[in-house]
């Protein structure tokens, strides 16, 4: 039978945060190793899909690690992956290309009223 192992911390319950290795050491004991969390990937706002390029961390762990680790050099570099920004970036040139295309028709319209206009005098 193998031998027992009692928690090495305060909390006396098998929790998500308490989770432990059993650990032989040299002398032959057997002592617990408490595990960290597994952390998981930073995910893109729109799509959900795992960014690439970002470091995987628990969240406290970010704040130590230098920039390069959590954005990517784009514009929603750390937020958004590549895909998506490139359908943003279309969308918005859409947008304003149909915001061009209803002004000369308006344009057109008016000039077309105009010269009606006159053309009854």
Known sequence: MAGRVTFRRRNPYNTK???IKVVK????KLIAHHLK???????????????SGISTL???????????????QRA???SRCANCVKERVVRAFLIEEQKIVK???KDQQE??????????K
């Open 17 to 19: 945060s308490n989770k």
């Open 25 to 28: 050491t040299p002398g032959g």
């Open 37 to 51: 969390k597994v952390a998981s990937r930073p995910k893109c706002g729109d799509c959900g899909d795992a960014l």
């Open 58 to 72: 628990r969240p406290r762990e970010y704040a130590t690690v230098s920039k390069t680790h959590k954005t990517v």
């Open 76 to 78: 929603y570099g750390g």
């Open 103 to 105: 002004r000369v028709l």
């Open 111 to 120: 000039s077309e009223k105009k010269a009606a206009k006159k053309s009854k």
